[in-house]
């Protein structure tokens, strides 16, 4: 038989004991752990494991990553020495959560994978990846600083005056060092819209006429045919602060290096005419904008779920949850909209007194069986901590594990959640 074809796998064992106790003794707890990995890897050499060091820590606590036995590790990890890190139980490696996290993010990034051996935990396997959803979710808000670390990036275009990137608005094309050219047979176009606009016109009227008059159709992404003029798309037009001249980015507003096509009186004049033309269909979500609460509330005044909304200017998206019934035909209700940020730090802060809370622990533990009730306490408590630095697809996805139903009043200040029972 041979092992040729089978990768190899270069494995570590982490080893951590809190206190000194017992250590005088012959055989201590970390001989223990550390002859459990070793067997566990030996059990699998024939999927290519191989042991090529272990790493320990004594009379230290789970609660800090400062351990100079986790840190030599670490750095071996980052040089590339080590493909897969193997411990007796979760809690050796973290006690924090949040720590726990944004080792596993960055383990995740360099391809290592951990394993759990008393926890059935491997995160190399699609199971283990699964297991593992719940605390990365918290991982996500790792995620998030990357990612502002990428606009920043963005950020210094705007700043220069520059297009930050994406097909160029219509009425411009992508000229020398990413400065934005006007198009002469657009241009034109752009300044009829504001000046109808501001006429009173409405943007369905704008559309028509642009329609007629054989206007060059809206820009479309990549391999996708250009389709005719709409109201809708003459809206965004007319919302954009780029045709006075500016580039907005992240809710600043830099005087941009491409010509306007309209002044700032002329912008203004037309933006408020489309303001005067309220939308007929219903707003729909933004793409990129997550609700976590969404599909969980309800209305206090009429019962009905609550949907979705959001009003944006200056660069900054300000999102809601509005009451069904307030738009589509009945127009049955008058409850005003839900201030979203506000609501959800409100119920999010009611999950520090979950982490105590039996039932709930059962019920994340049910969904996520490879958790230990400490993890899912940590995590809990952390939430309620991290929730204004917490993403929105991780809020969301602790707010339906746990809640069937939330209603808020706000102006009664009252909030009454409906959970899961066991
Ligand atoms: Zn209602």
Known sequence: ?????????????????????????????????????????????????????????????????????????????????????????????????????????????????????????????????????????????????????????????????????????????LGDKRALVPVEEEAPFVRDMFRMSAEGHSPQKIAAYLNESGAPLPHTRQNKSPLPWTPEKVRLVLQRRLYAGIISHGGKEYPGKHEALVSEAEWRAGRNGVQAHPTQTRRKSHPDICYPLQGLLHCPCCGRKMGVTYSSGKGTVHRYYTCVGRTGRRKDCKYPNLPAAEIERVVAAQLVDYAEDETVLSIVRARYPQLTSLDIREALSDAGELVGHMSHPALKAIFHTLFKGVVYDIEENELRIERYTA
Not at 44 to 64: C, E, F, N, P
Not at 131 to 147: H, T
């Open 1 to 173: 038989m041979t092992t040729d074809s089978v990768p190899d796998k270069r494995c570590a064992i982490y080893a951590r004991k809190s206190t000194s106790q017992g250590m005088d003794q012959q055989y201590t707890s970390i001989d223990a752990q550390i002859d459990a990995c070793a067997k566990y890897v030996e059990a699998h050499m024939a999927d290519g494991w191989r042991l090529v060091g272990s790493y320990q820590d004594v009379a230290i606590s789970g609660g800090t990553m400062n351990r100079p036995g986790l840190q030599e590790m670490l750095r071996h990890v980052r040089e590339g020495k080590i493909d897969t890190i193997v411990t007796y139980k979760l809690d050796r490696i973290s006690r924090s959560i949040r720590d726990f996290a944004n080792l596993m993010y960055e383990l995740d990034e360099l391809g290592v994978g951990l394993v759990i051996i008393t926890q059935n935990f491997d995160t190399s396997s699609p199971m283990g990846k699964l297991c593992i959803n719940f605390l990365s979710s918290f991982a996500e808000f790792e995620r998030d600083m990357i990612r502002s670390r990428i606009r920043d990036k963005a950020s210094a275009n705007a700043e220069h005056g520059l297009w930050i990137g994406g097909s160029p608005p219509y009425g411009y094309k």
